[in-house]
């Protein structure tokens, strides 16, 4: 393809921004494990703004520890999609929490908006997942609020209402 032809498709300019990680190279210091934006889960946060300058898409991986659950939350600005890759996930879905559950090699779709969480019953085993949130930047573009047992919205700690 003749390079006039290549740029109408293509952003040449963007691809010093292309980014390939192997595992375990220790190239992002950045890449570090959350656990205090979902309790209780270990979240490495791989492609976002803060790590790559991604625009567009949050991409990271998820461990629950056997016998551990998150809060059941809401997403106000983004889509979230799962991929179980080992163990069996429970899903809890929308107000009335039904119980869904997810072996590995499911795929989860949750649309902004929709209540959701996240359980793993085993006692031995981990759950290891990799979730992505699309149209934002980073998780707190992706505005998370948690809904307590009784169904009232609260933010997480630190999070500030004021954008």
Not at 36 to 44: M, P
Not at 102 to 112: D, I, L, Q
Not at 114 to 128: F, P, Q, W
Not at 145 to 157: E, K, L, M, R, T
Request: hydrophobic share 40%; net charge negative.
């Amino acid at each position: 393809m003749c390079e006039a032809k290549m740029a109408e498709y293509v952003k040449l300019d963007e691809l010093s921004r292309l980014l390939v990680v192997p595992p375990k190279t220790g190239h992002f210091t950045d890449v570090v494990t959350d656990t205090a934006y979902e309790k209780g889960l270990a979240i490495n946060f791989g492609i976002n703004e803060q790590v790559c300058g991604s625009k567009r898409i949050v991409m990271g991986r998820t461990v629950i520890p056997p016998h551990t659950a998150n809060e059941r939350h809401v997403h106000l600005s983004a889509e979230a999609a799962m991929y179980v890759i080992t163990g069996t996930m429970i899903l809890f879905l929308g107000p009335e929490a039904k119980i869904v559950k997810c072996p590995a090699g499911t795929f989860v779709f949750a649309p902004e908006g929709v209540i959701h969480g996240v359980a793993n019953t085993s006692r031995t085993e981990e759950v290891v997942l990799v979730f992505a949130y699309g149209g934002v930047p980073s998780k707190e573009a992706a505005r998370i609020v948690f809904i307590d047992d009784s169904g009232n919205a609260y933010p997480p700690a630190g999070w500030d209402r004021e954008e």
